[in-house]
């Protein structure tokens, strides 16, 4: 191993090396930060060997991910040293270290001009490369003509001018509009003619950066490209050490192929016939070796070769060879192979005339879309959202559809907006639209925009012969156990509005559509509501004759939400309310939606924009504008009107491509957060075990107080994981430690009590008491704090604030800051759970008496069971579903013993407090179903106590 | 559904030809064992792009391409034993020509060292990154002969070694001088 020979370094590399964890590497690292500091604070001490030293020491700790933010000076200063060992660290550090942007660089601008002017070869190599790599906008300015006259200078050694060569494309890339190349196309093209393969290769990556601004000025290039192409093809006159694995240069092919893709054609009939020639060459002899360098050389140029021929609009018979050779590429074993075919037939898609044979290969391609890689599959999408059109649009977005179920969710949100995009382009049928959106909603919810089923009511809307048919298939969904929030939406809304043209048929009676839709009611949150609200209302409009049962329900449920803190429900509820009391004029002002003014698809524009907004110019991309027939993106037209396009609802996130960290997470992750704030969870597997483990401890605590102590269970509301202030400990109140404030009664019997019932005493003390009073409703559950003041004197600096657990959102409406003498003050809290888990909320309440503080941690009853929501369900239901189960953590058995004998009655009226329903019907068996615990997870939940040892009298 | 046919054409924004944007060397443990940056990047965005891409990389199991897409731009990277070598480029370079750029710094790297080990570019970080300045130039590729590169580094290192020995000589003088 070869020393670095500076041993300070290397000692300081060995020590943060030897460092156990990132916190000793840090302290070691903030160690030398130090050291370095005050030495350069006393800069005229050190020797350039130090400063050298040091500058290195500062650019591996900030490449270890360190902010170095001092020292760049020095790094700088080193630059003007007159030794060729200083002046390279400098420029080496320096080009590492700050960016175009840096001030520092400034200072140096001076000193890298001499050195590039200068007579001293390695000072202008290192001066080249800095401004090569960093040169900003200045450098440019003062830098540019120098740089060019070394490029072409016939004294300079091939070494000089090929730096120069890449400092000036950097120069021009960053500001074209600073170096001036008037007149260079002669230059380059004499460039082009240099023998010197390393000066070649970098002249040629300039030529490909002017060409790419302006091909008009360098048409005399053209035929000197297709000479290096055919030169470096046909491997004549190439040195031996320019070639790679018995290649040809293939950097210098790939560059020359680029820079001929920028000339939109090749008009010279030699010229053109010349460079077919070297293409067809290629094209047609490379072979597939068992060494992988050379393998990835020679298809680096073929892929290069195909995308040339592209460009130039081959003959049709080349074109079907290309397609021919990516349909075998897309098929082989080698990823790399496999990655780019697909890459490459979708540029081809371009291309006019070949893309019925790329349809051929779309079996194939939809076996990439389950390719192991994800890079792969993402091009198989890539690839088969740009070869939808009408004639396979229905196999492709089925396809699609059906990937969706599999899919990672790395790829879900790309994939539902694509297929949505798809279907909306190329519907065969508006029906088939109807139905392919409806699916994804089902399938993927979490990643439907509501842009989606935005469009989609719009289609239905504007389109009568779609209304019922859009109807049939809303009723269809609704009478799936458990669908996703935007289906209850999108249902709600065409069956309010369309279900009455369906009446006459069995299972449509407004009676039925009500009912149907409002059983989906207590699944939904707060942003559904408004929309169910409006679809009874609609329902109660189209009821003629109006039927007084269903009225009455639809106002009660009107006269309900009057008084609701969502300001858009309460006034729909009172508006609706007041509105169907007012009898015929209600057909007016409920009458059915006019049509929406035609829009471009919000959705199409947003996937628009983003491509916009990445896009690069390329040889592809500017040759996909001169194409215009060929564009992929279709849009509605606009109304003449200039009516803005749909109200953005808030930022489409769709159209970015996620992240793959993602596809990274382990699987004890899956409980993901989603950018838009849901929460999925795939794996049932995590919950229902709670679920479980927490029920059966639960039931425990009603056995003899021994198998109380003794159960692991017990502990279930101590909540493992859960805040640290839930545990036992932190529930003391802080009063009691200075003496003053004792509470009343046992705070955990108390919070147990309420465990099992919705209202009681959750604390209370010589001062204050507080009360509960709770409702639950599926997912959702209000509370009402009820703070008490004992005293007949204020309580003041009242505070309450809520912990809640990751699961559960809460909102506590305004804590008063003194609480009156002898009264009472109502608190609201809102809870909504969002995943089952067994934490705890804690409510973390405190007053002041006199000069007594108090602060007290009460853990809320807002506990897994009060969610579950019990259905009925029969003994021939329940067996096959709990069967189906296969055991842990799906299925779990605890056997309780000790327990005190219990009659039946006793045992189900027990069950019923923890939200569980007995079977009617069982004897020996008790099958409990819960359900519906929330929104977005639906799961069931099964029980079966098999009573065992119990006299049979009590049976 | 009716559509038109419409393309923006003045919207694309113009960038000049492709290129290298920046390189990175990170172990297998996720250390940055080399940073070169070719674009213009905020040392905020330098840090959050190697933290960023190294989860991405290392996360990844053997026999999958060479290729990840990562924000808009793509990504070529190539396992040698402990070190993973990467080349960020845009969307539509040539994939494999950037994968064999990477094999060529490799045996550059590896004619200079002897067969070079991490531990090498560990110690060595510097060589490597005058190495790397004689093979890329504003992400481009600079030099295709490993002979010639190799040649240039020995130079550099020659040059070095002369200066040292002036420097010592010239103490040895002064030494004398002042016996």
Known sequence: ?955 | MHYTVCKELNSVILSVSSQINFVCLISRQGKVRLTKWYSTYSQKERSKAIRELSGVILSRGPKLCNFVDWKGHKVVYKRYASLYFCICIDEEDNELEALEVIHHFVEILDRYFGSVCELDLIFNFHKAYYILDELLIAGELQESSKRTIAKLISAQDNLVEVAKEEASSLSNIIAQATK
């Open chain 1, 1 to 955: 191993m070869a020393l670095s020979g500076m041993r300070g370094l290397s000692v300081f590399i060995s020590d943060v090396r030897n460092c156990q964890n990132k916190e000793q590497e840090r302290l070691r690292v903030d160690k030398e930060l130090g050291n370095v500091r005050t030495r350069f604070k006393n800069e005229k001490g050190l020797s350039p060997y130090e400063k050298k030293k040091y500058v290195w020491k500062m650019l591996y700790i900030y490449m270890l991910g360190y902010d170095v933010d001092f020292g760049h000076m020095e790094a700088v200063s080193l630059i003007s040293a007159p030794k060729y060992p200083e002046k390279q660290v400098g420029y080496i550090v320096t080009a590492c270290l700050l960016n175009e942007n840096h001030d520092f660089l400034r200072l140096a601008i001076n000193t890298v001009r001499n050195d590039i002017i200068g007579r001293n070869e390695t000072f202008q190599c290192l001066a080249l490369t800095l401004v090569g790599n960093i040169g900003g906008r200045e450098f440019a300015e003062s830098l540019a003509a120098d740089v060019q006259k070394l490029l072409i200078s016939s004294s300079c050694r091939p070494l000089v001018r090929k730096k120069a060569a890449l400092c000036l494309l950097r120069l021009y890339r960053k500001n074209p509009d600073v170096v001036n190349v008037d007149g260079w196309a002669d230059r380059m093209a004499q460039l082009l003619d240099e023998r010197d393969l390393g000066v070649l290769t970098s002249s040629m990556s300039l030529l490909v950066a002017l060409v790419s601004n302006n091909h008009e000025a360098y048409w005399s290039c053209l035929p000197k490209c297709v000479k290096t192409l055919e030169r470096l093809a046909r491997n004549q006159d190439i040195p031996q050490e320019y070639t790679y694995y018995g290649i040809p240069s293939p950097w210098l092919q790939v560059k020359t192929m680029r820079a001929l893709q920028y000339f939109p054609t090749v008009e010279d009939p030699n010229t053109r016939r010349s460079l077919f020639e070297v293409l067809q060459r290629i094209l047609m002899g490379t072979d597939v070796v068992k060494n992988v360098n050379k393998n990835n050389a020679s298809h680096a140029v073929l892929f290069e070769a195909l995308a040339l021929v592209m460009h130039l609009d081959a003959e049709k018979e080349m074109m079907s060879q290309c397609v021919a050779l990516l349909g075998k590429f897309i098929a082989v074993r080698e990823p790399n192979i496999r990655y780019l075919g697909l890459e490459n037939m979708t540029r081809m898609l371009m291309v006019t005339d070949v893309q019925d044979i790329i349809k051929r290969h779309q079996a194939q391609i939809i076996t990439s879309l389950k390719d192991p890689d994800i890079s792969i599959r993402r091009r198989a999408l890539d690839l088969l959202y740009g070869m939808c059109d009408v004639s396979n649009a229905k196999d492709i977005v089925e396809e699609l559809l059906q990937y969706l179920s599999s899919a990672d969710f790395a790829m879900r949100e790309e994939l539902s907006l694509k297929a949505a995009i798809l279907a909306e382009k190329f519907a065969p049928d508006l029906s088939w639209y109807v139905d392919v959106i409806l699916q994804l909603i089902d399938k993927a919810g979490d990643f439907v925009s509501d842009d989606i089923w935005f469009r989609v009511v719009q289609f239905v809307t504007n389109n009568e012969d779609l209304q019922s048919y859009a109807a049939a298939k809303a009723r269809e969904y609704l009478n799936k156990p458990a669908i996703h929030e935007t289906m209850v939406k999108v249902s709600a809304y065409i069956l309010g509005e369309y279900g009455h043209l369906l009446a006459r048929r069995p299972g449509y009676s407004p009676k039925e559509l009500f009912t149907i839709i409002h059983e989906k009611h207590p699944t939904v949150s707060t942003s559904t509501i408004p929309i169910l609200l409006s679809s009874y209302a609609k329902i109660l409009m189209h009821t003629q004759p109006p039927e007084p049962e269903l009225q009455n329900q639809i106002w009660t449920i009107f006269n309900k939400y009057e008084s609701c803190i969502d300001v858009e429900i309460q006034q729909r509820a009172a508006e609706y309310f007041a509105l169907s009391r007012k009898g015929a004029s209600l057909m007016d002002i409920l009458a059915e939606m006019p049509k929406f003014p035609e829009r471009q698809s919000a959705l199409i524009r947003k996937a628009e924009d983003a491509e916009v907004d990445t896009a690069e110019q390329s040889a592809i991309k500017l040759r996909a504008q001169q194409q215009m027939s060929t564009a992929l993106v279709v849009t509605d037209q606009r109304p003449p009107n200039g009516m803005p396009a749909q109200p953005s609802i808030g930022p489409l996130s769709l159209v970015k491509v996620p992240s793959e960290t993602v596809d990274s997470q382990n699987p004890g992750d899956q409980g993901l957060t989603h950018p838009n704030g849901v929460v999925y969870k795939e794996d049932p597997q995590p919950p229902s075990q709670d679920i479980i483990g927490d029920l059966l401890g639960t039931l425990s605590i009603e056995g003899p107080p021994g198998a109380v102590a003794q159960s692991p269970q017990s502990a279930t509301y101590e909540a493992e994981g859960a805040p640290s202030a839930a545990d036992a400990a932190a529930l003391v109140p802080v009063g009691e430690e200075s003496g003053s404030v004792q509470p009343i009664g046992n705070i955990n019997e108390r919070f147990y009590a309420l465990c099992l019932k919705d209202s009681g005493v959750l604390y209370e003390d010589p001062n204050i008491q507080i009360g509960i009073k709770a409702e639950w409703r599926a997912h959702q559950g209000r509370l009402v704090l009820f703070l008490g003041n004992k005293n007949t004197a204020s309580l003041g600096s009242v505070q309450a604030l809520i912990l809640p657990p990751t699961h559960l959102k809460m909102e506590l409406s305004l804590v008063p800051e003194t609480i009156p003498p002898r009264a009472q003050v109502q608190c609201p809290l809102e809870v909504m759970n969002l995943r089952p888990s067994r934490d705890v909320a804690v409510l973390d309440f405190s007053y002041k008496f006199g000069p007594t503080m108090v602060n007290v941690k009460l853990r809320l009853p807002a506990v897994l069971n009060k969610f579950l929501q019990p259905i009925t369900v029969s003994p021939e239901e329940f067996f096959p579903q709990w069967r189906s189960l296969s055991g842990p953590p799906l299925k779990l058995q605890e056997v309780v013993r000790g327990v005190r004998p219990l009659p039946l009655p006793e045992m189900a009226n027990l069950f019923n407090t923890y939200r569980l329903t007995v079977c009617p019907g069982l004897v020996s068996v008790i099958p409990c179903v819960s359900d519906r615990f929330m929104n977005l997870l639906n799961m069931f939940l099964l029980v079966e106590v098999e009573l065992t040892g119990v006299p049979l009298s009590l049976v």
